[in-house]
Every structure is written in structure tokens, then in C-alpha cells.
């Protein structure tokens, strides 16, 4: 019990491994690896876009991104537009996806330094832009990914499927740059206490910047690997994952008052989420059973994590 | 005491013993008092002489330690249905509201259709009463206002009936933002106030506005009263003799006298200097501007943008929670958050760097922990604060800022930190030191003393003392 | 000093009008009964919930789950109400009940109000699908009618617009406790050292915004006649953008009851705006994204010279 309390990440692994447990339960084991198959890619997009919230919601209180979801949907729509269904442009998409993930992010804190915006109104305000932008391009048509993106998208390596290796990469790399690297002692730095931070020494502007764009770049990578693996990209592709991401961060252990980052959380959080939902699915519960559970599980581990900080 | 009239009426608030203590510190150290109606108390003593807490014990807003707190005249239990009200330095007013309706936050009396104009009639009777010709619409929002028409506002809701009329009014400071005409309309009200029977408790810097409207003044040291007479039994320098402390030996003289300074090396538009290798204090009572002038000049010399590999300035926190622990991390890493760029390699952390200048530090400065990785909360408050200091003096900044970080720390830790603050200064580096005790601004090399947000006098030498720094924090001229 | 004081309700009319003067400007058959009617038809259950948000932002927190709870509300009017009016009316009670307890539990165990109110959202988003797994149900009879009544001279969106402002304008700017409410939203401490208690204060400010809310879900019924779990979604987003944009902001209780009508009326009116013109709906989602960001910035320039001067 004690390692469980002084270890929030063990958490949502263990709330997932017990999903997964409860599901075989019924299937007497049945199709386990096609489930856990199925968990990592689907979890794999979640997780990825929940690494990028986390960063902002370490920042501290009032720092949350609610433009993921048009981000997403921009860098899908841009990039599968760009590539035109051609053979060999997967790169190139991959490039036009990223430079959508650097505006939208630099625009986003643009709005947030400049115009001095709280971070919730200028994404939003923002991402309504995204949004339209994503519309206009679009035009209603469906362009089908390049084949061979399709087939990466889908693929697997070693058993694996190829966007979980991406969203471990991914997860491999923040980990690092939280833990060893001077940026990521700043950020930490300054989601506990911006102000000492900022006295220690911290340059917490550059530090507020480049998160921000950090988040929309995870974002724009996500779209792109949906759009892609969904044959072509949705407007309302990304909708599910403004509330999703914010969830994981806290559901991994991520504390919502700034400071501290659980990155194998947010993985955790990501296979419990789908996990859920199919061990729901299976027992025969509808989606109003899984969407009022996930509801409590939130609620539950914000009041644990308050009461936490209180015996402290 | 001297006052018949008021000896024969029941004391309006009676404390007796009464002490508080937060942890080991003993703010208030046993305290007796009584305040009758009619009676206009001076409130006089230095920084953490235990002022504040005496009032927020009277107030209700903090409980004793031990001893009671009684209202006899009206027979009530609590300090608000006894009618005691408190006007503080910290404003605290909604911002968001209009004038009148702050005081229906505090008169829940008001109400019913055309509360709002009986809620503006009565703060427009309590201003024309104290502050004759204010020219405050009360139907403003507080945050339109000037710091001083907000400070008349808050006077004024002090005084105002409020379901019950005000029987002891206590005033932290309360000129502090007023110019001299308008706190001359003050000083007629309250003496006015309290010849129609009310009390009030009157704390100020300015020792002529003590003396032209306090019948009695209490002077208070280290959580005692240490004199209790009435006004026209003191002198001005006898109250700032009252005040002080035996004088204590001057530690920091033969250091002082033996290191050479170099050139100067900040110099401030409001007269701010230091040369290199110079302790320079900052002193006066506390809140008077020194840690904003500190504050200033640290944020104008650094970036939010950009952090060079080795910074030229430093800063030591002394409230810690607001401006240096960072609360969920290790001992370590809160004392190499300033050097990490200096050891960085490609934008890592050098992990084996880190954990040797903390190490280093550790047996330095003589941080307490069998273990650097240790949360930092562990420690005891001397021990985090010398955590900051590593953070600080590890760096190689020529020049460090310290905005009183001997806030609640212990004597032996102390002794250890000016040691090590006199040999970096002998090796070249520049101190800038605010602090509210003045033993420690006598180490100085030289002493700004600061009284309303500006300096009002530059000691060095053997001007530093105890009794030049108050005559200079206190304003001696009438009000 | 009364402009600077004032010019922040100044600011939500003078963009409406403008908006508005361009949309009859480009289609002056808009300019009657009829057309405005149109342009503002779905605006009164956005400002219903837009007045809930901000009675949460008044007490310096944040309601993410306005969309879900409205859409619950919807479900629960297109059914329950119709078919056994008690039994929903006491189903409507519980939920402003619970609106109520959790501002309390918010207060009490000092929890971030976003995270709070993102888990109700998945609740409520849960409740709904029980009660409506798919889309359909039916409006009351009475309430369809209300709807869509028609008073003389000014159409029913502008009728209830006016009404809303002026009731909550009376409820939390004049009356005493709103006052009260307010001054929690500026400074906590010394409303609780003035002798109130501030949990129940928090309550009855997350109470009325379930009530509010719970107008808002009944409102959006009697427009659209059937309902959906996932009807008003997109409210969480429009209900925070309204409260900023009719002045309001996150912290320090400034709020402007009829500022969150006109900034719900403006972001309405921006999206209906293009159809008028004749544009690309493609940018109607854009427009108010542009409108909130263009109001949001002239409010900038608006303070700095106020602060300059």
C-alpha cells in the first residue's frame, strides 16, 4: 500500500492491468494479445497527446491546452492534402505536420505573452481558428493517406504496433529531457513556484514558450499518425481527445498543481482508458457505465491527491 | 493609568498573560493589558517585538497560547460582538466591489430592497465624519482607487456603525499611505472618537502622530511590554532608547575595518550603490520598501528569456515558501537550481558536477541531512535556508542579493552564514543585504536605511548603530 | 474615473452593435422581425448556461462540464419531464443539488475546480447516454410552445435575452448576497473574516449555476423538440468564451451578468453571421474564435491606456 501511495504512477498500470485481468476473466483467456494489441495502438494516440499536456499542466495551475484536438485535426487535414495519396511524400507530410504543430504553437503563446490571455481562453479562441482553417481545407473531401504511410500506420514491429513504438519514443524522449536535461529541471522548476523560479534564475518565459509549442508539435504528430491510420482525416477527429487528454495526465499522476510530471503514467492511463472501455464492453456494460466510471476514477484520485498533500 | 475617568469604566478588552507561541518562537511572552473606554493607546516597538501578534490577539484572529482574553464592558465572548474592529496594512478590501458595498460585506445587517442606499449613506456619514471633503464616490469600484482613498475607505468601514457601534478601534499603520492633511483629519477623529468613550489602538512609525494623539503608550520588545505610561511621561528619545536593545558589540568591526573595497559596482537611480567585496545592508521596519528595491534591481539584471552560463547576480530568498524552496524536490536539487547552465553539457545536467558541488556545499555551509537526496521539506526551516544560500553562493555571481534570509532561523546557524558571508566578501564578492534585525544590519559595511519606500539616511562607519537606525526608520519631525 | 469603471461593459455592446450593423448592412432583410429572430434564435440557452459558467467563475473556479450537464438536462426534459412531469421536475431539483455539493466538497477539500468538474462532465456525459442511448425524445407540449411564442414588436430570443440579463443583473450585481458572492470572488479572507461562512457561499454559487444550467438544457428542448446526450458539447468552450467576452474574467470576481448575455448573443450572432453574408460556412466556428480573440485584444489596448493615463 505504501508504494502505491509514494509511487502515483503505479497506479493507473495497475487500474489497467486489472481491467485487462477482469476481461480475460470472462473470455477464459481468450484473444489476449489481440486486446493488448488493440490497447497499445489505440492507447498509443492518447498517450501521445497526453505527454504534451502534461508539460503544459506541469507549468502549474491555469496552464492547460484545449487546442489539441483542432490542432490534431489541422495537421491530419494539411498533411494528407500536402501528400495527395503519392507514393514516397511521407516524409514530406510528416514535415508539414510538424510546421503545424510549431505555428499553432507559437501562435498560441503569442497570444498568451502579447495579448496576455489567460492559457485556457487563447487556446480556445485559437483552436476555433484551427478548426475552420482544418474545415476550409478540407473542403468535405476524404484523401486517402500514401499506401505506404497506411501500411506504417497500421503496421506492426516485433509484435508491436508501430504507432506504440512512436508514442514509446516519444514517451522515451520527454522522459529524458524531464530528468536530465536543464529544460526540463526549468520547467519543473517553474510549475512549483513560478516566482522563485524566476528569482533562482530560471528563464521561465522561454521555458513557458517552448512548452507550449512542445504541446501542439505532440498534438500535430498525433493527427498526423490518426489521419494516416484511419485512412484519411476527420473534422471531428480530435474531439474526444480534449477532455481524453487532460484525463490521462491526471489519471497517470501528473499533480494538477504544477511541478511534477509522470511520464509512464500517462502511458498507464492510456492502455487503462481503452482497457475500460472493452472489459466494459464485454461484461455487457453500455458507454454510460464506462463514461461514469472514468468520471469517479478522476474525481477519486484528485480527492486522494489532496489528501495526500494535506498529510504532508 | 493616569486618567480617572478612565480607570473607574470597565475595561473594554482585558487580556491577562496571555503568550503565543508558533513553534519554538515565543511571539508574545506573557502579556497583561487592559484598555478603557476613552483611552487612545500608542502602540511603539521595532520589528518582531510581537505588535502584530498582541493585535491579533485582542482582534480574535489568532487564539492564546496560554492566558485570556476578555471583554468586561460589554459582557460578549467574541472580539466582533464586543465591537472590536482592526484596520490593517494589508488591504483588505474586494477589490471588485464599489466602496459601499465592502462595508455590506462586513454589515450583514444591510439588507432588503435599498440596502445600496442605506449601505452609501452610512460610509458617506462615516468619510464626511473622518475625512472631511474626501471626494470618494461610494458607489466606485475599490480598484479605482488610490492606495490612500483605499486606506480612507478602510478607516471609515473601521468606524462605521455596522449593527453596533465601534467601541475599540485598532489601527495597524494607518497613515502609512496618507499625505500629512489627511491624517491630520485622522488624529482629530480618533481624539474625537475617544472622548465620546470609544478606544483606539494606534500603531505607528511616525513618533509625532504617537504623541499628538495617544493618552498612553505601550512600548513592546521580544514579546513583552516593556514600558507602560502615559504619553506625556516620554520623550521621543526615550522611546527609541525604550525600543532598542543594550548595545550590543559591534562583531563585524575588525572584518570591516580590514578588507579593502573595490569599485563600485551597482548603483541604483534611487541612490542604491555597492562596490565590490562591500556588505551593504538594507535596514528600517519592515514593509518600507527595501525588499521591492531589492526585487527591482535583481529582475532588471536578469532575463526571463535568456539565462547565461554563468549569472552575474544571485538571489537568497527569505520567505521561502513564496521565493526560494521549491517544495517537491530533494535537498540536491534545490541547491544546484542556479548552477546548472554552468556545468551543462549539450543542455544536460552534469550529474557527477551536480552531486559534487552539493556535496561541497553541504560540508561548507553545514546543511543538517545524512542524505543530499532527501526532500528538501525534511529540513528545518535554519536548514532550508541554508539551502538557498548554497543555491546562491555556489554560483560564480559577483554579486548576491539577500532580502532578509534570517527570517526564523536559528542563532548557531546564523553564526555559520555571516562567517561564510564575511570570507566570500573578502574573496571579492558584493552583498546586498536586507534585514529586519538590526544586530545583523550592524555587521554591514555600510547601511541604507529605508522609511517609506525611499532611503532616508546612508550610515557607514561607526554611524552603524542600533540608535541611529532607528531615529532614521522612525520619522521624528510632527506630523 | 466612471468611464475606466465603466468602459467594460462598453466594450461587449459597442462589439455586438458593430457585428450586428454589419450583418443588416450586408443583408438588410435581416433587420425585422423575423431575421433577427433568426440570426438570435438559438442564443437563449447558450445565454442560460453562459450566466451558469459564470456564476463558477465569479468564485474564481472553472466549469468544464457546462456541455455535458446541459446535454444531460436536454435528455432528461425530452423524456422524463415529458412523461411523468413530477418525477422530473425532483430529477431536475437533484442535479442542482449536486451542483451545489460539489462547490462545497470544491471547498472543503481544496480541490482544482478543472479537474473536478472534467470528471462531472464524464458523469454527467454517462447519466445521459442511460437516459437517451440514442437521439429522440420529445419537447412538452408547453414548452415548445413557450419557445416559440410570439410577442408583439420584439422577437421571443431578444424578449428572454433582456429578461435573463435584467433577472441576474438584479440577482448578483444588486442584490445583497450576489454581492456577497462577488466579494468571494475578490477576496475570499476577508468576506470569511467579516464572519460568513465561505462553503456555503461557494454552494449556493455552484447551486445557481446548476439552476441556470438546468434552464439552459430545458430551453435548448423546447427549440430543437428532441435532444441527444451529446447536444450542447460544444458549450463547455462557448460558455467560457462568452463570460470573457462580455468583460468577466478568471479571477478576482469580476463578473458582468449582462456582458455574459451580450458575449453569448455576439458569438452567436458571429456564426450566423457568415451565412448571412453568403459566405463559406467553412469559417463560421473561425468567426467566433476571431471575434474573442479581436474583443480580447482591444480590451488589452482599452486597459493600457486607462493605465497610462
Redesign the interface.
Known amino acids: 500500500m505504501k508504494t502505491l501511495v509514494s509511487r502515483p504512477w503505479l497506479w493507473s498500470w495497475v487500474a489497467a492491468a486489472a481491467a485487462f485481468a477482469l476481461t480475460m476473466a470472462l473470455t477464459g483467456g481468450g484473444g489476449a494479445s489481440a486486446l493488448a494489441y488493440a490497447a497499445l495502438g489505440f492507447g498509443a494516440f492518447a498517450a501521445i497527446v497526453g505527454l504534451g499536456q502534461m508539460l503544459v499542466i506541469t507549468l502549474g495551475?491555469?496552464n492547460?491546452d484545449?487546442s489539441i484536438p483542432a490542432t490534431m485535426t489541422l495537421s491530419g487535414t494539411l498533411a494528407l492534402k500536402a501528400m495527395n495519396t503519392e507514393p514516397g511524400t511521407a516524409l514530406m507530410g510528416l514535415g508539414v505536420a510538424l510546421l503545424v504543430g510549431l505555428g499553432t504553437g507559437l501562435a498560441n503563446y503569442a497570444?498568451i505573452f502579447f495579448?496576455?490571455?489567460?492559457p485556457?481562453?487563447a487556446t480556445?479562441?485559437?483552436?476555433?481558428?484551427y478548426?475552420?482553417?482544418a474545415?476550409?481545407s478540407n473542403?468535405g473531401l476524404r484523401i486517402k493517406p500514401p499506401q505506404e504511410l497506411a501500411d506504417f500506420a497500421t503496421g506492426r514491429f516485433l509484435g508491436l504496433p508501430n504507432v506504440a513504438w512512436v508514442g514509446l519514443v516519444l514517451a522515451i524522449i520527454v522522459w529524458v529531457l524531464l530528468e536530465?536535461?536543464?529544460?526540463g529541471?526549468?520547467l519543473?522548476?517553474s510549475g512549483?513556484?513560478m516566482?522563485?523560479?524566476?528569482?533562482?534564475?530560471?528563464?521561465?518565459?522561454?521555458v513557458r514558450a517552448t512548452t507550449y509549442v512542445a504541446v501542439t508539435i505532440f498534438a500535430a504528430i498525433a493527427g498526423y499518425l490518426l489521419a494516416s491510420f484511419s485512412g484519411g482525416a476527420a473534422l471531428n477527429m480530435g474531439q474526444e481527445y480534449l477532455?481524453m487528454s487532460?484525463?490521462v495526465v491526471?489519471i497517470g499522476g501528473t499533480?494538477?498543481?504544477g511541478?511534477?510530471s509522470n511520464v509512464p503514467g500517462v502511458w498507464g492511463a492510456s492502455l487503462f482508458m481503452f482497457l475500460v472501455v472493452s472489459m466494459l464492453n464485454s461484461y455487457g456494460a453500455?458507454?454510460?457505465?464506462?463514461?461514469?466510471?472514468?468520471?469517479?476514477?478522476?474525481?477519486g484520485i484528485?480527492?486522494v491527491a489532496?489528501?495526500r498533500r494535506?498529510q504532508? | 493609568m493616569q486618567q480617572s475617568a478612565a480607570q473607574t469604566a470597565a475595561p473594554i478588552v482585558a487580556l491577562t498573560d496571555a503568550t503565543k507561541h508558533f513553534g519554538a518562537v515565543r511571539a508574545l511572552d506573557g502579556v497583561s493589558l487592559e484598555i478603557r473606554p476613552g483611552e487612545c493607546l500608542g502602540l511603539v516597538g521595532h520589528n518582531g517585538a510581537g505588535k502584530s501578534t498582541l493585535v491579533n490577539i485582542v482582534n480574535g484572529g489568532l487564539p492564546p497560547t496560554s492566558g485570556t482574553v476578555e471583554f468586561p464592558a460589554s459582557g460578549e465572548q467574541g472580539a466582533l460582538a464586543a465591537g472590536v474592529r482592526s484596520v490593517f496594512q494589508e488591504l483588505s478590501l474586494c477589490p471588485n466591489l464599489t466602496v459601499a458595498e465592502n462595508l455590506r460585506i462586513s454589515n450583514a445587517e444591510l439588507s432588503g430592497i435599498g440596502w445600496r442606499r442605506q449601505a452609501r449613506k452610512e460610509i458617506n456619514q462615516s468619510l464626511d465624519k473622518v475625512f472631511p471633503g474626501h471626494g470618494i464616490d461610494a458607489n466606485a469600484e475599490v480598484d479605482t482607487l488610490s492606495i490612500a482613498e483605499r486606506q480612507m475607505v478602510e478607516i471609515a468601514i473601521g468606524f462605521a456603525p455596522r449593527g453596533r457601534d465601534a467601541r475599540l478601534v485598532i489601527l495597524d499603520e494607518p497613515t502609512s499611505s496618507l499625505d500629512a492633511g489627511i491624517a491630520e483629519q485622522l488624529l482629530a477623529h480618533i481624539r474625537e472618537f475617544c472622548a465620546n468613550g470609544g478606544a483606539v489602538v494606534f500603531i505607528s512609525h511616525m513618533l509625532g502622530e504617537i504623541f499628538a494623539v495617544a493618552s498612553r503608550i505601550i512600548v513592546m520588545k521580544d514579546g513583552l511590554i516593556v514600558s507602560d505610561r502615559a504619553a506625556g511621561e516620554f520623550t521621543r528619545q526615550s522611546l527609541v532608547d525604550d525600543m532598542g536593545h543594550v548595545a550590543t558589540e559591534k562583531a563585524g568591526d575588525a572584518a570591516g575595518a580590514a578588507h579593502v573595497l573595490g569599485d563600485e559596482v551597482i548603483s541604483t537611480p534611487e541612490g542604491l550603490s555597492a562596490r565590490r567585496g562591500e556588505i551593504v545592508g538594507l535596514s528600517g521596519l519592515a514593509g518600507h520598501g527595501q525588499a521591492e528595491a531589492l526585487?527591482r534591481l535583481?529582475?532588471g539584471a536578469?532575463?526571463?528569456?535568456?539565462?547565461p552560463k554563468s549569472?552575474k547576480i544571485?538571489?537568497v530568498?527569505g520567505d521561502r515558501t513564496?521565493?526560494?524552496?521549491?517544495?517537491?524536490?530533494s535537498i540536491l536539487?534545490n541547491a544546484t537550481?542556479?548552477i546548472?547552465?554552468e556545468t551543462?553539457r549539450r543542455?544536460?545536467?552534469n550529474?557527477p558536477a551536480e552531486a559534487e558541488i552539493a556535496a561541497t556545499w553541504k560540508r561548507r555551509i553545514g546543511i543538517r541531512t545524512d542524505d543530499m537526496s532527501n526532500p528538501i521539506?525534511s529540513l528545518s526551516g535554519g536548514n532550508q535556508q541554508k539551502v538557498l544560500f548554497a543555491?546562491a553562493l555556489a554560483?560564480q555571481a559577483p554579486v548576491v542579493v539577500m532580502d532578509d534570509p534570517m527570517r526564523g532561523v536559528d542563532v548557531g546557524t546564523k553564526q555559520d552564514v555571516y562567517a561564510m558571508i564575511r570570507a566570500e566578501a573578502a574573496k571579492g564578492r558584493t552583498f546586498l543585504w536586507y534585514s529586519t534585525e538590526t544586530e545583523e544590519v550592524c555587521q554591514c559595511d555600510r547601511v541604507f536605511v529605508f522609511r517609506n519606500n525611499a532611503i532616508s539616511a546612508e550610515l557607514t562607519g561607526a554611524d552603524i548603530i542600533e540608535e541611529r537606525i532607528l531615529e532614521a526608520s522612525f520619522e521624528m519631525q510632527d506630523a | 474615473m466612471n468611464f475606466l469603471s465603466r468602459y467594460r461593459i462598453l466594450l461587449p455592446v459597442v462589439s455586438l452593435t458593430v457585428l450586428l450593423a454589419a450583418t443588416f448592412y450586408m443583408q438588410p432583410r435581416a433587420m425585422s422581425y423575423f431575421g433577427v429572430n433568426l440570426l438570435f434564435n438559438l442564443a437563449v440557452p447558450i445565454a442560460l448556461a453562459t450566466i451558469g459558467q459564470m456564476m463558477i467563475i465569479m468564485v474564481n473556479d472553472?466549469d468544464?462540464s457546462v456541455g455535458a450537464f446541459v446535454s444531460l438536462v436536454a435528455c432528461i426534459t425530452a423524456t422524463l419531464l415529458n412523461d411523468n412531469p413530477m418525477l422530473g421536475v425532483l430529477v431536475l431539483a437533484a442535479l442542482v443539488l449536486s451542483y451545489a455539493a460539489l462547490g462545497a466538497l470544491i471547498h472543503a477539500?481544496?480541490?482544482?475546480a478543472?479537474?473536478?468538474t472534467?470528471?462531472?462532465?464524464?458523469?454527467?456525459?454517462?447519466?445521459?447516454?442511460?437516459i437517451l442511448?440514442s437521439p429522440g425524445g420529445v419537447s412538452p407540449d408547453w414548452l415548445r410552445s413557450l419557445m416559440t411564442v410570439k410577442p408583439p414588436l420584439i422577437p421571443m430570443a431578444v424578449a428572454a435575452s433582456i429578461l435573463i440579463a435584467g433577472v441576474t443583473h438584479v440577482l448578483v450585481i444588486r442584490s445583497g448576497i450576489g454581492t456577497v458572492l462577488r466579494g468571494v470572488g475578490g477576496n475570499a479572507r476577508s468576506v470569511g473574516r467579516a464572519g460568513w461562512k465561505v462553503i456555503r457561499l461557494k454552494a449556493l454559487a455552484y447551486g445557481m449555476a446548476g439552476l441556470f444550467n438546468v434552464f439552459a438544457g430545458i430551453a435548448l428542448v423546447g427549440l430543437t423538440t428532441s435532444a441527444d446526450a451529446n447536444i450542447a458539447l460544444r458549450y463547455t468552450?462557448l460558455t467560457?468564451?462568452g463570460v470573457?467576452l462580455g468583460g468577466g474574467e478568471?479571477v478576482g470576481g469580476k463578473v458582468s451578468p449582462v456582458g455574459a448575455v451580450i458575449g453569448a448573443l455576439t458569438l452567436t450572432l458571429a456564426a450566423s453571421f457568415l451565412s448571412f453574408m453568403r459566405l463559406?460556412s467553412?469559417?463560421?466556428?473561425?468567426?467566433?474564435?476571431?471575434v474573442?480573440?479581436l474583443v480580447?485584444?482591444a480590451r488589452?489596448l482599452f486597459t493600457r491606456r486607462a493605465r497610462a493615463s
Open positions: 495551475p491555469g492547460v484545449l497570444l495579448v496576455r490571455l489567460p485556457i481562453i480556445l479562441a485559437a483552436s476555433l481558428i478548426q475552420s482553417l474545415i476550409w473542403r536530465r536535461s536543464v529544460w529541471r526549468w519543473l522548476a512549483q513556484n516566482r522563485a523560479a524566476r528569482l533562482a534564475g530560471v528563464p521561465v518565459e522561454l477532455l487532460i484525463a491526471v499533480s494538477i498543481a511541478g511534477m453500455g458507454a454510460g457505465v464506462r463514461l461514469i466510471l472514468t468520471g469517479l476514477i478522476i474525481i484528485v480527492i489532496s489528501t494535506a504532508r | 526585487a535583481y529582475l536578469t532575463s526571463s528569456w535568456r539565462r549569472p544571485v538571489f530568498a513564496r521565493d526560494g524552496i521549491m517544495p517537491l524536490w536539487r537550481l542556479s546548472l547552465s551543462s543542455g544536460m545536467v550529474r521539506l543555491r554560483s | 472553472i468544464l477539500l481544496d480541490l482544482p478543472i479537474v473536478v472534467l470528471g462531472m462532465s464524464f458523469i454527467w456525459g454517462g447519466l445521459a447516454l442511460f442511448p468552450l467560457i468564451a470573457i478568471f463559406s467553412d469559417w463560421q466556428i473561425g468567426a467566433q474564435g476571431a474573442l480573440i480580447l485584444t488589452l
